[in-house]
């Protein structure tokens, strides 16, 4: 990520917290490493499965991002089916107050690196979940539209055909709209600061409409369709 300053203390830092073999897919869209072998980078301290993470989830994160990180809370995300090293660079990102939010920061600041680990294998073992259920009313002009802007703006090119993410491109199929919203005018207006830069370009090109009709269209794509299992 040359040409991006300030990031390479990051990532050398992330680095440390996930496997190799998913740090060198950084900033490439998720290719099969048939050769990778991560096996010796386990042999420091990996919690054992689970670790308690599942436990301290339900405790420590569940009142906001819900049971099963389904969360029912206006500007709170989904977390389930999220993928555990794009969940990771978001936990690093607001405990080094990269991305700033007053609750989260909050909760980053006092996670240990194992921790930031622990919460994200968590996290990538929940199944996707979608906010809307299956049974609301579609707006099929809208979805339309939605299906053409994405094409255009390369939103499937990189979050996938179904919008189901991989490694560290999130999932944004399924996930509030609210928070959708929030989200893209946040890259838009340079207020968020993503772990790649891969969102300022496209954020940057997107009418107020078009954040709208993006946000309604990934909010009602189905979170919980096949598609990418990689976490
Ligand atoms: C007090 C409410 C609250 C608690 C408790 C909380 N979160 Fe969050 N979390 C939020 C909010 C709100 C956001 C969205 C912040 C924003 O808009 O930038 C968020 C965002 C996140 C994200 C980024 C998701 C994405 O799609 O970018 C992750 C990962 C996350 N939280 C994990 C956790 C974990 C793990 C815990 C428990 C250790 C936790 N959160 C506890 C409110 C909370
Ligand atoms: C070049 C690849 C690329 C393109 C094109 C792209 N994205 Fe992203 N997107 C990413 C990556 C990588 C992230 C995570 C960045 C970060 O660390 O914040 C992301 C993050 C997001 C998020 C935040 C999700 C969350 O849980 O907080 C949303 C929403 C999003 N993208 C929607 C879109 C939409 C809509 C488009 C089309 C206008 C688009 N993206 C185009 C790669 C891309």
Redesign the pocket.
């Known amino acids: 990520m040359s040409g991006y300053p300030g990031l390479g203390l990051a990532l050398t830092t992330l680095a440390l917290l996930v496997p190799a073999s998913l740090a060198m897919a950084q900033g490439k869209p998720a290719p099969s490493t048939p050769q990778a072998k991560p096996a010796p980078a386990t042999a420091q301290a990996k919690p054992a499965a689970g670790g308690g993470y599942a436990q301290?989830?339900a405790s420590?994160?569940?009142?906001?991002?819900g049971a099963n990180g389904k969360?029912e809370?206006p500007?709170?995300?989904?977390?389930a089916g999220?993928h555990s090293y794009?969940?990771?660079t978001?936990?690093f990102l607001?405990r080094e107050g990269r991305?700033?939010?007053e609750?989260?920061t909050?909760?980053?600041k006092s996670?240990k690196d194992a921790?930031l680990r622990g919460?994200?294998d968590?996290?990538g073992t929940l199944a996707p979940v979608s906010a809307v259920p299956p049974e609301a009313p579609l707006d099929a002009s809208r979805m339309s539209r939605g299906q053409m802007v994405a094409q255009e703006r390369k939103c499937l090119f990189c979050h996938g055909p179904d919008l189901s993410g991989g490694q560290q491109v999130?999932r944004i199929a399924g996930?509030r709209e609210e928070?959708l919203r929030?989200?893209l005018e946040?890259y838009r207006l340079g207020k968020?600061i993503g772990y790649t830069p891969a969102m300022i370009e496209p954020a940057s090109q997107l009418s107020p409409e078009d954040v709208e009709t993006l946000a309604y269209f990934a909010a009602h794509l189905p979170g919980a369709s096949a598609g990418s299992t990689a976490k």
């Open positions: 301290r989830f420590e994160c569940a009142a906001c991002h969360s809370t500007g709170t995300p989904i977390l999220q794009y969940a990771v978001q936990l607001f991305r700033s939010n609750a989260m909050a909760v980053a996670l921790d919460f994200s968590f996290i999130p996930q928070y929030e989200s946040g968020r």
